[in-house]
Nanobody, 115 residues
């Protein structure tokens, strides 16, 4: 069974940093675009950033300049470095990847920026 395993969430003070990781486990023959989404209470899930297999990157306007997405194809892992976190970044962050042609979601990890 192919799945995405996330780690790295937590509680941080505003202005702080966190790094999220998402690794693919299980058998697969292709990995396409990988990305991070987030969902705050009472809001719709939104794209934070994604990166194609060729390294083309897209960011939400709200995180541009503060967050950096990267991927290690040898490790089948995508990362999200989050700097200068704001209270409005507080949400459950979900990893997403196109595995074997299908959109696959991780279980989600809570990120809270609060003093």
């Amino acid at each position: 069974q192919v799945q995405l395993v996330e780690s790295g969430g937590g509680l941080v003070q505003p202005g702080g940093s966190l790094r999220l990781s998402c690794a693919v486990s299980g058998s697969f023959f292709s990995i396409g675009t990988m990305g991070w989404y987030r969902q705050a209470p009472g809001k719709q899930r939104e794209l934070v950033a994604d990166i194609t297999s060729l390294g083309i990157i897209k960011y939400a306007a709200s995180v541009k300049g503060r967050f950096t997405i990267s991927r290690d194809n040898a490790k089948n892992t995508v990362y999200l470095q989050m700097n200068s976190l704001k209270p409005e970044d507080t949400a459950v962050y979900y990893c997403n990847a196109r595995l074997n042609g299908l959109s696959t979601w991780g279980q989600g990890t809570q990120v809270t920026a609060s003093s």
